[in-house]
């Protein structure tokens, strides 16, 4: 294993796709709480007519029992219908809520499906211990204790500016009260509002710095990696040679098939063959420079296989005719006279 010291390297996405697929994802919590908590002050500014005329119904029917004598039966009544209202009442915020929570994962890491795993080492009390005191949870519980020490501060300074508005809805309607409730509502939430997304932004980017650096690799591991993706470079360097090699046996096996072979005279071969039943030009069966070259005359002058010096024609035809593909319209006339040739003395023989 490589030590922290010599993972310098940036994490290859492979190695990120993995950490996905084991659950290990940069996930910010503050961005979580800031979608959330953004869009639940957007709903109780435009959309929290409902829920303020159900609370309104609830309070207006718990003060109709002012006044009056109330049993242990009326007393639960009052406390389940009470309970009702509210959920009712909160039901579209808590949906929201819900949606919210969930898209703000998605966007952040996407659809993470991962196997559920019984590891019993987590059940290792000293193990849980060196959690609960390692430097991420430090640093986790100071940024909480920063966040909840500068809400409260606001909070204090909220509740100064306004706190003669709280004390004069004692004495107003009960519609009176309602809407300064909910203007109050609206100030303290924005201004937590302000704070957490300012966390959030900062929790995000530190959420991704550290987890890119967890998956921090070092050129050996890079190098490993690489060669479980793509094979082991010696290995594959062994297969080309071994296709190499059996394609030029079989390309050497062609040459005593062939009808002509044009060469440079030294340097170049190539070994045509043309069955006008089967082709409607003739083919490179086989084709090579310096050694290979030579190895074709040779068995060409063991097969008796017209050899003819045309030094331009055979560098042309070597690097634009792939084996077993017909010579092009370019080479028609040059191959008719070579061909015209052949036969003549081919018959010449007979």
């Not at 952040?108 to 949870?137: A, M, R, W």
């Amino acid at each position: 294993m490589a030590d922290d010291e010599d993972k310098t390297e940036e994490p290859t996405q492979k190695k990120i796709d993995d950490a996905k697929n084991d659950g290990n994802v940069p996930k910010s919590m503050e961005i979580v709480g800031a979608t959330v908590l953004f869009f639940g002050t957007l709903f109780l500014l435009f959309f929290s007519g409902f829920l303020f005329v159900e609370i309104q119904k609830m309070m207006l029917y718990i003060y109709s029992f002012i006044g009056q004598e109330i049993d242990s039966k009326t007393y639960l009544h009052i406390i389940s219908y009470t309970f009702e209202s509210i959920m009712f009442a909160m039901s579209p915020l808590l949906i929201l809520i819900l949606f919210f929570a969930i898209v703000s994962n998605l966007v952040q890491f996407g659809l993470v499906v991962t196997p559920i795993k019984l590891k019993f080492e987590k059940l290792d009390p000293i193990k849980g211990l060196q959690n609960v005191f390692s430097f991420k949870k430090l640093l986790e519980a100071l940024k909480l204790t920063i966040k909840l020490s500068i809400i409260f501060i606001v909070m204090v300074v909220l509740f100064m500016i306004f706190g003669s508005d709280i004390l004069q809805m004692m004495d107003k309607s009960l519609g009176y009260t309602l809407e300064s409730i909910h203007e109050l509502l609206i100030y303290f939430l924005s201004t937590i509002l302000l704070i957490i997304i300012i966390f959030a932004i900062i929790d995000y980017y530190f959420t991704h710095f550290y987890f890119m650096k967890s998956l921090r690799m070092s050129k050996q591991e890079i190098k490993d990696e690489y060669k479980n993706m793509e094979g082991d470079p010696l290995v594959k360097s062994r297969i080309r040679q071994i296709q190499m090699k059996m394609a030029m046996k079989r390309m050497m096996s062609s040459v005593p098939e062939a009808d002509v072979v044009i060469t440079n005279p030294n340097h170049y071969a190539v070994a045509l063959q043309y069955d006008n039943t089967k082709n409607a030009a003739p083919k490179v069966v086989a084709k090579g420079i310096d050694f290979l070259a030579l190895r074709i005359r040779e068995i060409a002058k063991e097969h008796n296989i017209p050899i003819i010096e045309n030094p331009p024609l055979a560098r042309a035809i070597y690097a634009q005719v792939d084996v077993d593909t017909e010579i092009s319209e370019e080479f028609y006339k040059a191959m008719a006279e070579i061909f015209s040739y052949v036969y003549e003395l081919k018959k010449g023989k007979k």
